[in-house]
């Protein structure tokens, strides 16, 4: 049986008797009391046992890096983790030469053995993934604070309040609004910042996404980080009221709020959206294969239960259609488009579908090696740039290649942020500010840099 689709039917048969006997209490003559603390106990045991359920699946898996050295090495392993239906958590990284691959009980000593026939040499990253999950959330789950807190990971519900007050309280410069609904309901909000916020700005936009991929939690700590930032200090730092005066920067802080819901309840790995596939017990589309641009290509799946399934159309998705509209109305004045994601450490530029290169690919690597010399000024953190297509695996219908194919917005990028394997997508809390940082600076300097030579820089008084 396929494990995704064994896993859902775990998962539904766990809810289903929780649920039968919350039901039951309601309906029996038990008194409100004990009625309210049963179910409330019921309540908790089925968030819990529906997370112990993908962490004992996980018990004894391991993240194995497999040195690929070459290419052709590298696809070579790329054949062998699909054909043992590893697909789960496959990672690579060409310049350093790696592919990373979790590799589950079952399959460890077959693929072990399929690796020495290929004469591929491998180490172990990460010894037991499920016990690493289990101490990952239980750290989250010790913080008692109701209000966001930016050295922390923070749920969907934190993020949501967070932006909500930091709308209300700096109305001066922010603005919330919400673009689309998910398929669960929640909002794809963008929060808009710039001085002027009232009027309608003609600025060049500096627009930020985040949380595109469920599991990729750095990624949303990461854009959080630079909106604390920009919000808090435009009366304290004078680059940053320079840019509030020049730019709108515009950020979209989870475009995935659904999936990145569910891995705090039930799959901390998960990767997708969650609306459900015609025909198919699994579940979501991974909504950065969903975009009209070479859609359906290279790096892409029709199988509903693949990591990567691109959907039955391009922007069948609600949160993709919301972020293409909201991208459709305001691209002429958009000038830098950044895409964050987890993990690896590159500063992509287009194209993934294809060899094929934008025409102003090099004034792109100019700014990336800008971005990425800034970052490692910070603490030495180190990123390799250079096409998705080459720098890290085909992948068709991503946002960024729409946005510059479709759209030609001229300066875009892709962000695998740190780190390189240590800890994947299971980020410590404790790097949380560190790349939030450096990731800032690098920005910061890219924006300076496109501002010079655009002549694009200006102080209000």
Not at 276 to 298: A, K, Q, T, Y
Not at 336 to 358: E, R, V
Not at 388 to 394: E, R, S
Request: with cysteine; hydrophobic share 35%.
């Amino acid at each position: 049986i396929n494990a995704e689709y064994g896993k859902q039917w775990y998962q539904r048969r766990v809810r289903g008797v929780l649920n039968y006997y919350t039901n039951y209490y309601y309906k029996s003559n038990l008194s409100m009391r004990y009625t309210g603390w049963i179910v409330a106990c019921l309540i908790s045991v089925q968030v819990a046992v529906v997370q112990l359920a993908c962490l004992s699946e996980r018990a004894g898996s391991e993240v194995w890096r497999v040195h690929g050295h070459d290419n052709e090495k590298i696809e070579k392993v790329l054949e062998l983790a699909k054909r043992h239906e590893l697909h789960e958590w496959v990672e690579l990284n060409r310049p350093d030469g790696y592919v990373d691959v979790m590799v589950n009980l079952a399959e460890k000593e077959a693929f072990k053995r399929s690796l020495e026939e290929a004469d591929a040499d491998y180490s172990t990253l990460i010894g037991d993934v499920g016990d690493v999950i289990k101490k990952h959330l239980l750290i989250q789950k010790r913080s008692t604070d109701s209000k966001y807190n930016y050295l922390h990971f923070n749920t969907w519900e934190k993020i949501e309040a967070e932006l909500k007050r930091i709308a209300k309280e700096r109305k001066d410069i922010a603005k919330l609004q919400s673009i689309g609904k998910t398929y669960e309901g929640r909002d794809v909000y963008v929060l808009r910042v710039t001085n002027g916020i009232s009027s309608a700005s003609k600025k060049p936009i500096i627009l930020i996404d985040a949380g595109i991929h469920a599991r990729e939690w750095v990624s949303v700590s990461t854009i959080m980080y630079i909106i604390n930032e920009v919000v808090a200090n435009p009366g304290k730092d004078i680059l940053i009221k320079s840019f509030l005066d020049s730019f709108e920067f515009v950020f979209m802080p989870v475009m995935n709020p659904d999936g990145y819901s569910y891995t705090w309840t039930d799959d901390r790995l998960w990767r997708k959206n969650r609306a459900p596939n015609n025909g198919s017990d699994c579940i979501g589309v991974d909504l950065n294969r969903n975009w009209d641009f070479e859609w359906g290509g290279l790096g892409t799946s029709a199988n509903e239960c693949q990591t990567d399934f691109r959907g039955y159309s391009a922007f069948s998705e609600n949160e993709t259609i919301a972020v293409k509209d909201w991208i459709d109305t305001y691209k002429e004045q958009i000038v830098i488009y950044i895409n964050f994601h987890a993990y690896g450490q590159l500063w992509m530029t287009p194209y993934g579908y294809s060899t094929d290169k934008p025409e102003n690919e090099p004034e792109m690597m100019r700014y990336s090696k800008i971005a990425t010399d800034a970052i490692e000024s910070v603490r030495g953190t180190s990123y390799s740039f250079g096409p998705v297509y080459t720098t890290i695996y085909p992948a068709s219908s991503i946002s960024v290649d729409w946005v510059r194919g479709k759209e030609e917005i001229l300066i875009a990028y892709t962000v695998e942020l740190p780190d390189k394997g240590l800890h994947g997508f299971l980020t410590p809390k404790s790097e949380i500010g560190p790349i939030g940082k450096e990731t800032w600076h690098g920005i910061e300097q890219l924006m300076l840099s496109l501002a010079a030579d655009k002549k694009l820089l200006r102080t209000e008084e």
